[in-house]
């Protein structure tokens, strides 16, 4: 089986959820869109592949948001099209923050600031917690999904819709990828200002990232499973 990983820029990995996927059996091809020496000025141009051929496509988390068309302009609508295509095909496709935004977007829905950012390990309403754990899931993002028509909310907090399906995908605003390592890449490039903003201790966020690993492992294998065995492949 075979599946699409898209990395918007070099620092967050597909971690946990890529773990999962390689022990159910997926060999994936990871796409990193912003090359290392641009992640500062991410306006490349990139040309996606075609939707047809992989058996699942998940999109990652990025820094930038999907509406910003002075960063993500020049690849924002290739991606969008790969996603909407995927979709229409019967193609699952898992969205993670970004790329559940972007995965909004696709499919006509709209991706908007959120009240506050929200950056920390926190907790969620599910309505389906053998699909979406309860969590605490690891938080990084500054905007929201107003989930597209027909779209399944399926999880949420004060701040946002914390998961949605449709269909065969799934887009989560949660990073249930975030490892230790991945956060701390996170801290490194850019993400000590931001907290330093909201008054987090960038450290510390770290050390709690690192006592949460066992949990952040379990509840990420849980979801891969369940999006596996009951999304994309459902009962029939």
């Keep these: 089986m075979r599946a699409l990983v898209i990395q918007h820029e070099h620092v967050s990995a597909p971690g946990l959820v890529g773990d999962r996927l390689v022990q159910r059996g997926y060999e994936f091809t990871l796409l990193t869109v912003v090359p290392e020496e641009r992640h500062h000025t991410p306006d490349v141009r990139f040309d996606f592949p075609e939707a047809d051929g992989w058996d699942l496509v998940v999109s990652l988390g990025a820094p930038w948001s999907v509406y910003d068309e002075t960063t993500v302009g020049s690849w924002i609508g290739g991606e969008l099209a790969l996603l909407r295509m995927a979709h229409h095909l019967g193609i699952p496709v898992l969205g993670i923050c970004f790329g559940a935004q972007a995965l909004t977007t696709a499919l006509g829905g709209t991706v908007e ?101 066992p949990v952040a492992r379990e509840n990420a294998y849980r979801l891969v499973d369940a999006f596996l065995d009951r999304v994309v492949s459902p009962a029939r």
């Design 113 to 213: 600031a959120a009240p506050r950012p929200e950056i920390g390990w926190t907790g969620i309403d599910t309505d389906d917690p053998a699909l979406i754990p309860p969590g605490p899931w690891m938080q990084w993002h500054h905007d929201r999904c107003v989930p597209p028509p027909g779209a399944r909310e399926t999880a949420r907090n004060t701040v946002c819709t914390q998961a949605f399906r449709m269909g065969n995908s799934l887009g989560v605003q949660f990073h249930p990828e975030a490892t230790p390592a991945v956060v701390r890449r996170w801290v490194d490039f850019g993400g000590a200002e931001q907290c330093a903003r909201l008054g987090i201790d960038p450290e510390e966020l770290v050390e709690r990232s690192r006592a949460m690993e």
